[in-house]
């Protein structure tokens, strides 16, 4: 409490409930619209259709210069309804099977970090030739070999001629 008998802690924050997107895009879609604040989810959410993108463009070119509030009611009136519930859009994730060998380039080129993000589109993670010289030089087991597509050779093993003739 401060001097005049007040809480430092701003309440507001707590008392606010927390809001879930799925039930504002259902309130959306049936013909209400949702918190000011869930704008851009809304729309992404929403533009997941083809029969609703171009509505969504129009609406998204105006998002910087209209009340955020006339937007959503933008959104409420010119949504088209699409059988079944639109699912969320998802993000692609990009990751390559030779990610686990980006410590071991690094060590074996001797770049800091920024070096290896900057190297890394100039270097093509699947050339057998840098797999076969990072087995060699950092000495990979069996498992790593084959995830690499290397085969591991074990020596033979031929009776010296010298045992061969002391017998």
């Known amino acids: 409490m ?3 008998g007040k809480s430092l802690v701003i309440e507001d924050d707590y008392k606010k409930p927390k809001v879930n997107l ?6 959306v879609i049936g013909g209400r619209p949702a918190e000011e604040g869930l704008l851009v989810p809304v729309f992404q959410w929403l533009s997941n259709t083809r029969e609703n993108i171009s509505t969504m463009q129009k609406i998204n070119e105006k998002f910087f210069f209209v009340n955020k509030s006339i937007l959503m009611r933008q959104v409420v009136l010119n949504y088209r309804k699409v059988p079944g519930f639109p699912k969320y859009p998802k993000a692609k994730k990009e990751e390559h099977k030779q990610e686990w060998l980006l410590p071991f380039i690094q060590k074996y080129f001797d770049w800091s970090c920024s070096d290896l993000k900057f ?3 100039f270097l093509s993670l699947d050339d057998p030739e840098l797999h076969k010289e990072l087995a060699v030089h950092f000495g990979f087991d069996k498992k790593q070999c084959r995830k690499l597509g290397l085969k591991l050779t074990a020596p033979k093993l031929e009776k010296s ?6 017998k």
Do not use: S
């Open 2 to 4: 401060n001097a005049f």
């Open 22 to 27: 799925f039930f504002e895009v259902n309130k």
């Open 161 to 166: 001629k010298l045992n061969q003739i002391n």
């Open 119 to 121: 190297n890394l589109e």
